[in-house]
């Protein structure tokens, strides 16, 4: 499969259809009502390129999401309205830059891949499973930056990076997105990425670690509440 071909097979696993054939394609995906890569739902997510857009949802709300959407066309319409519909009015909308490369920026590659279960690995970190990304302070050991992914699928893995903040603006996260980015490719899966709007810091990573805007948007429910504390 081209590295081109792996993008499209990971859109049409996750949200259960890809290319769209229209403006916005209400899809019924019965992954929504499984567990995503963190082990909470996701009920709803889409994806909108330039040239159209698919949202997932559980296949017993399609008809009705569908409906609303023929009715008051647009997501600013759609947005607000979902969340009670598909039966998680605790949850909020999201919209989010939607980010993916083929070729990585040459940058330097200052992270060391490890155990994300490794007792020295950072707690946010854990989560992820699996191998991790960490770069720390060659003389200290601090943690100064790291990357996780997220394993949507076999051929979709979404990159996460925090800087430690006395480390920003060196340059690491931009360098460590990167370097997993090359990882993620050489395992046969496309890399992608997602941002806040209005997060430029974040943007400017993306960008000078060789994810482009291509115009795509990614959109949906926030995530699942955390349970109470015990």
Same mark, same amino acid.
């Given at each position: 499969? +081209?590295?081109?071909?792996?993008l499209?097979?990971?859109? +049409?696993? @996750?949200?259960?259809? @890809?290319? #769209?054939?229209s *403006?916005? $394609?209400?899809?019924?995906?019965p992954?929504?009502?499984? &567990?995503g ?5 996701? #009920? ?6 330039p040239?159209g ?7 017993e ?6 409906r /609303?959407?023929?009715?008051? #066309?647009?997501?600013?319409a759609?947005? &607000?309205?979902v969340?009670?519909? %598909? ?5 909020? @909308?999201f919209?989010?830059?939607y980010r @993916?490369t083929l070729?990585?920026?040459?940058l330097?590659?200052?992270? *060391?891949w ?5 007792p020295d690995?950072p707690?946010?970190l854990? &989560?992820?499973?699996g $191998?991790?990304?960490?770069a720390? $302070?060659? *003389?200290t050991g601090?943690?100064?930056?790291? %990357? ?5 699928d !076999? ?6 990076? %925090?800087?430690? &903040?006395?480390a920003?603006?060196?340059? /690491?996260?931009r =360098?460590?997105?990167?370097? !997993? =980015? ?9 890399? +992608?990425?997602?941002h806040d709007?209005?997060n430029?810091?974040?943007?400017a990573?993306? !960008?000078?670690?060789?994810? #482009?805007?291509?115009?795509?948007t !990614?959109?949906?429910?926030t995530? *699942?509440?955390?349970?109470p504390?015990?």
């Open positions: 499969m +081209t590295p081109g071909g792996r499209a097979e990971h859109l +049409t696993r @996750w949200l259960g259809a @890809w290319p #769209p054939a *403006e916005l $394609d209400v899809v019924g995906e992954a929504r009502t499984r &567990p890569w963190d082990g909470r739902l996701h #009920p709803v997510m889409g994806i909108a390129s040239e857009g698919v949202l997932s949802v559980p296949p709300h399609a008809g009705p999401v569908a /609303l959407h023929a009715e008051e #066309p647009g997501l600013a759609l947005g &607000p309205r969340p009670a519909l %598909v039966g998680h009015p605790e949850r909020e @909308w919209t989010a830059v @993916w070729s990585p920026a040459s330097p590659q200052p992270g *060391e490890t155990a994300a279960e490794h690995t707690a946010w854990r &989560p992820f499973g $191998d991790v990304l960490v720390r $302070d060659p *003389e601090a943690h100064l930056a790291g %990357v996780g992914i997220k394993k949507h !076999a051929y979709g893995h979404e990159l996460a990076v %925090v800087t430690a &903040p006395e920003r603006g060196r340059g /690491l996260a =360098a460590l997105v990167a370097q !997993a =980015a090359r990882r993620v490719l050489d395992e046969g899966a496309v890399p +992608t990425y997602m709007p209005g430029l810091a974040s943007a990573v993306a !960008a000078a670690a060789g994810f #482009p805007v291509r115009g795509w !990614a959109f949906g429910l995530e *699942e509440p955390a349970p504390a015990t």
